[in-house]
């Protein structure tokens, strides 16, 4: 068996390693945005926690 190589141009490779580029660039993009909306889901179920005396004035001799 013989092995052949088959010839790629570099204009077409050079596409290519654009395309990754761009296609790994977005992809980061979009981690960054779900980081961020992770985040502030996070925050914003803390936040959801009561403050202050709620449930210290209850009148348990009734």
């Keep these: ?3 052949t190589l088959n010839p790629v ?10 395309l990754q580029a761009a296609m790994l ?3 980061k993009d979009v981690m ?3 980081g961020q909306a992770a985040l502030k889901l ?3 179920a803390a936040q959801a926690a009561p403050e ?3 449930g210290q004035n209850l009148n348990v001799y009734a």
């Design 1 to 3: 068996m013989d092995a």
């Design 9 to 18: 141009s570099s204009t077409a490779m050079s596409g290519n390693l654009q």
């Design 25 to 27: 660039g977005k992809q």
């Design 32 to 34: 960054e945005q779900q």
């Design 42 to 44: 996070v925050d914003s």
């Design 52 to 54: 202050g005396n709620l």
